[in-house]
């Protein structure tokens, strides 16, 4: 799957209007810490970024990571009312890690 970024501020990497695939969008959230990145998948995966941070927020506490509120968009910039624990992010990882396999083909056979 592509994803055409339409944010006004991007990364020295990708311009506006540009056609990326969310592997490389997850590259470049994960490697540069690229909000750019964490924008466009969270427009993407909830239709709004807001959208996204309330899904966030609903998948915490699902996987008992009660001490977790994803408050701003997907980011993670300073904001009192978004916060974690070393304990909920390693359930967080955990949740993560198990769809490894699944996520890396669909990301390698579908496009954004």
Do not use: C
């Not at 969310?22 to 470049?28: A, R, S, T, V």
């Not at 750019?36 to 998948?41: F, G, L, S």
């Not at 709004?48 to 996987?63: E, G, Q, Y």
């Amino acid at each position: 799957m592509m994803i055409v970024l339409i944010l006004k501020a991007l990364a020295f990497i990708w311009k506006k209007n540009e056609v990326i695939n969310l592997k490389d969008l997850l590259y470049g959230l994960m490697l540069r810490s690229g909000n750019d990145a964490a924008m466009a998948i969270g427009k993407y995966i909830g239709g709004t970024v807001d959208n996204f941070v309330t899904m966030m927020n609903i998948k915490a506490k699902s996987i008992n990571a009660l001490n977790t509120n994803f408050k701003n968009p997907p980011h993670g910039l300073d904001d009192l009312e978004h916060y974690s624990t070393a304990y909920d992010l390693a359930l967080i990882t955990r949740e993560a890690l198990k769809k490894t396999k699944t996520s890396k083909k669909y990301l390698e056979q579908s496009p954004i």
